[in-house]
DNA sequence: TGACAAACGGAGGGTACCTCCGTATAACTA
DNA sequence: TAGTTATACGGAGGTACCCTCCGTTTGTCA
């Protein structure tokens, strides 16, 4: 007898498996370009798949938000990976938080998704809270290891620091302003120990 | 001839007017009431009439969340209005404070009407903000010259305060923490003039 | 009271939501 | 490889909502 008891999870059809990847990639780019308020529809369109396929993966509007949004996530922790195992650490970082920039910008039904961060699953915000606390360690890490960033900024409070670059600028063409402050940010965390500063950064300091 | 220049506006018809404050007054109704995705179809049928109608005065979803909110900003400022031609000062800022609770609490398609007022035209912020500071400067105001205020806190900022309060809260079941935090700031208002603080707000206090 | 601009109502065409069930197929067995 | 079956798929269809358009009604003014 197969090895089916009643509650281990029966292993998926191949074809479910990749239905469900392609509707997450599909979601995504509807969500991104959409106005805000993207048909499920459309979704089911993109990824060639009928609608119920949609409905069986997905059964509310919710879960495939969530879905999207922790897929972002998942990528941008393995961006981080990938940054922090080799080259110029504040290129790294200054990287990553761009990618996290320009994530934010592309989303125009980000309103909802917020909205589901903040409101939604508590399950969900540490899920997210975690990734990207440990994302940010990553590359945080090497810079301190190498002497080039100082040392008594946590990856918390680094977090932090960006859900605020995103909230406090979410109005009109923020995205210049967003990415200025990325730029503040890294600076700060490298000129404070008396490290060399990458030369672009310090491009748009003015006297003063 | 009548004075009917070009660019005056020519006077509405009577029956334009009373169909106008219906859908208001049926908006309000519908918007507080349903969570967060009210039909204009129900508008229009709970104000008794067609859904063209509807559309003719507003011409668009926002044009008539707009209404509503202004409508709502009004009517606070006449309650300021009312409160500050009589009664205990601090009683007639706390009733009116409590009449924002509960207004806020209502709304359940408040994230749309949030976002409104967020991302909206700037002309209804100014507007909102302007008529709220002046709502809370008259309840204000009769109390420090009463002597029961202190004098050195002022409306704006107790408008801010008032916002963060609601903005902070904005999780489930906020309504008791702002109701709390409400009279916390009264009392703070009051007490530090050595004034007499109403029996009503200390009684929650207890040690400490 | 008559004439007419202004406002009304709601039918209708289009889209999106979501369910349900007949059909297709992946996975497993002999 | 063929047969079997649980699993997953697709999309028709009923409902609800959006918004426009235009024939009808009504307030207003002379």
Redesign the interface.
Known sequence: MKAKSAHSSPKPRADSIRNRERLLVAATKIFSADTGHASLEAVARQAGVGIGTLYRHFPTRETLFEAVYRHEVEQLFALAEKLSRGGDPAESLRKWLNANVRLVATKKGM?EAL?LV??GSSELKNYSFERLTAAIAMLLDRGVAAGVFRSDVSPEELLRALVGIFYSQ??EKWQPGALRLVNVLVDGLCRSTGARVPRRSLRRRGTQ
Chains 1, 2 share one sequence.
């Open positions: 309103v909205q903040t409101h979410a109005a």
